[in-house]
C-alpha cells in the first residue's frame, strides 16, 4: 500500500419515523497533536458474505476486515436470521470474529424469516443509535446512525441507497435533514451510495469534505472495478486530517471493494 495512496444488538425496528435508544467547533487550521490516536473507518457492502465465488463465508469477510484493523465498520447488506445465510445474527458473528465487539444493526425490512438491513461494528461503544426511515426505493431504506464513543466522539451515519436517482435523492435528502438539525458533534457519513461523483445524489454532499480517492477509486465490482459509489465523507471540513484512504483490491469476499480512510482528528487548542 503506498504512502498516502489516494486511492481509497440491538434491533431497531423501522417505523414511520426514527426510533431511537443507547446501548451497554470547526478549527481554521485543524491542530492534531497530543493524546489522540487517528481513527481507521471502513465502509464495505459485504453481500450478506456471500462471495463472488456464491459461497456465504463470513469468515473470510471477517479476515478482510481484520487485515485492515478498523476502529468502526460501516457494513451493507447485513442479515439477521435470515435463512440464505445459515439463519446467523451476521452484526453479532462479524463483531466477535474481528474483536469489533460493539455493534448495532439496523433492518430495512423482513427477509427469509429473518431480517435483512446494515450494521456498525466498533472497537469504541455505540451510544444514542437511531434507525432512521429514509423514502423507500425498490425496497425500504434506512440510515443506521451512532455516536461513536471514540476520543473525541463523533456521529456516525450508515447509509445504502436504492435504487432510481429520483429515489436516492429523496432518501439523501432527508438523512441530511436530520444531520443538519445537530451540529453537536464531528458527523461521518460511510457506505454505498449507489450513485457517483458529479451526480445531483453526490451534489447534495458538496459542503462536506470528501476525500479523494486518486487514480485507484473505483469500488464496484470487484472483479473488474468499473464505477465509484463508495464513499466516507466528513463534516466539518476542519474536523479530521486524512491520512490515507485506499480501495482495497480484495476481488473475492463480496462484489464491492472495501473503502479504508484513515483520519487523525482535530484536537481543541
Not at 476502529?71 to 442479515?79: G, K, N, R, S
Not at 432512521?132 to 425500504?140: I, M, N, S, T
Amino acid at each position: 500500500m503506498n504512502m498516502l495512496r489516494r486511492t481509497l444488538i440491538l434491533l431497531l425496528a423501522i417505523g414511520p419515523a426514527a426510533s431511537q435508544f443507547s446501548f451497554a467547533q470547526e478549527a481554521k487550521q485543524p491542530d492534531t497533536s497530543g493524546d489522540v490516536r487517528d481513527l481507521r473507518v471502513l465502509a464495505y457492502n459485504v453481500k450478506h458474505g456471500r462471495g463472488n465465488d456464491g459461497k456465504v463465508d463470513l469468515e473470510r469477510t471477517a479476515q478482510v476486515i481484520r487485515r485492515l484493523n478498523p476502529d468502526v465498520v460501516a457494513l451493507q447488506e447485513i442479515d439477521h436470521q435470515a435463512t440464505r445465510s445459515g439463519n446467523v445474527d451476521e452484526a453479532q458473528e462479524l463483531a466477535e470474529l474481528t474483536g469489533l465487539e460493539h455493534h448495532v444493526f439496523g433492518r430495512f425490512f423482513d427477509f427469509q424469516g429473518g431480517e435483512y438491513g446494515m450494521a456498525i461494528i466498533s472497537r469504541y461503544p455505540l451510544r444514542d443509535v437511531t434507525n432512521l426511515r429514509l423514502p423507500d426505493g425498490a425496497e425500504p431504506r434506512t440510515s443506521l446512525i451512532a455516536t461513536v464513543a471514540a476520543e473525541p466522539p463523533f456521529r456516525l451515519a450508515n447509509v445504502h441507497f436504492y435504487a432510481t436517482e429520483q429515489e436516492r435523492l429523496a432518501q439523501a435528502q432527508t438523512l441530511l435533514k436530520f444531520l443538519n438539525d445537530r451540529h453537536d458533534l464531528p458527523c461521518l457519513i460511510a457506505g454505498d451510495f449507489n450513485s457517483q461523483p458529479g451526480s445531483p445524489v453526490l451534489e447534495l454532499f458538496a459542503d462536506w469534505n470528501i476525500p479523494d480517492k486518486g487514480d485507484d477509486r473505483l469500488t464496484f465490482s470487484s472483479e473488474k472495478p468499473r464505477i465509484e459509489i463508495d464513499f466516507v465523507m466528513f463534516r466539518p471540513q476542519a474536523a479530521f486530517v486524512v491520512r490515507e484512504i485506499d480501495v482495497i483490491d480484495e476481488p473475492v469476499a463480496s462484489d464491492h471493494r472495501p473503502l479504508l480512510v484513515v483520519l487523525a482528528p482535530a484536537v481543541s487548542e
